[in-house]
């Protein structure tokens, strides 16, 4: 674990952060074998030994400076494409959730709960409407996270969660929001549901109990993209979300998405 912690924070070993020292003559492993090794031989100690003094001395000195291959320049400039072209694409997204907001769509988004007691009561939905599982909450608990383990996933999210919250979409425009919410998700990284539930358990600490919260968050991409409509309302515009539903339609708030996650920069 510690090796892999240290090749993940620094892939290539630049800083020197591990020291191999190769105690037989098993085989190396492929996420070890392009690291320069020591051979810790019990014959070879000392002759080995200046090495692994010297890597320990100065990070300047080992390995051995090599002949560097110079940056391939036609691949800096393909990396660099794909970063604008992701930062375009998040300014058009910008453009257009702008040029709806101006129209004053009829689209309306609230939340409403389940709990393992009794179902969600609400009125009777309107004839235009899509409802979407957003996230879970287990408990507080070990047991809690053993007892996740054993449930089951259907198609209203994973049984046995205390509570269940669900996005409601209602209104002419349910479609189109649908579909600017996939587009706009879709440019997210597949992380974000764990970043999710990291910044509700954060939010929303004192309600959820002492410990550490067990919760889960829907990977669709719409739910993910109404995750983080309500949690940057809920952060940036407390007022505009009571009640469970939002006084600013999500249009709006997901222009509010972009200006506080800074998703387009």
């Known amino acids: 674990m510690e090796a892999g912690t240290f090749r993940f924070r620094d892939p290539l070993n ?31 100690h000392e002759q080995e030994y200046a090495k692994l003094l010297q890597a320990c001395r100065n990070p300047a000195d080992w390995p051995l400076a090599a002949n560097p291959r110079p940056a391939n320049p036609a691949a800096l400039r393909h990396l ?13 997204l910008r453009t257009d959730f702008e040029t709806e907001v101006r129209n004053y769509h009829d689209v309306k988004l609230s939340v409403f709960f389940v709990t393992e007691d009794e179902p969600a009561k609400r009125n009777e939905f309107t004839k235009l ?31 046995g969660a205390e509570v269940s919250a669900f996005g409601l979409i209602s209104g002419i425009q349910t479609d189109m929001f649908r579909k600017m919410a996939h587009r706009a998700a879709s440019l997210l990284p597949d992380k974000v549901s764990h970043i999710i539930t990291d910044l509700v358990a954060e939010r929303f600490a004192d309600a959820l109990g002492p410990g550490k919260p067990i919760l889960v968050a829907n990977s669709n991409s719409l ?13 940036c515009h407390p007022e505009r979300f009571q009640a469970g539903e939002l006084s600013a339609d999500q249009l709006a708030a997901s222009l509010t998405v972009l200006d506080y996650f800074r998703l387009d920069e």
């Open 223 to 235: 739910a993910k993209w109404l995750n983080l409509v309500l949690l940057a309302t809920a952060t």
């Open 14 to 44: 630049k800083d020197r952060r591990f020291i191999p020292l190769r105690l037989d003559d098993a085989l190396i492993k492929g996420s070890l074998a392009q690291f320069l090794y020591i051979n810790w031989f019990p014959a070879d």
């Open 129 to 159: 409407h899509h409802a979407i599982s957003l996230l879970q909450f287990y408990g507080c608990s070990g047991g809690a996270r053993e007892r996740l383990a054993s449930e089951k996933l259907t198609k209203f999210g994973i049984t």
């Open 80 to 92: 660099a494409a794909l970063v604008a072209a992701r930062r375009k694409e998040w300014s058009r």
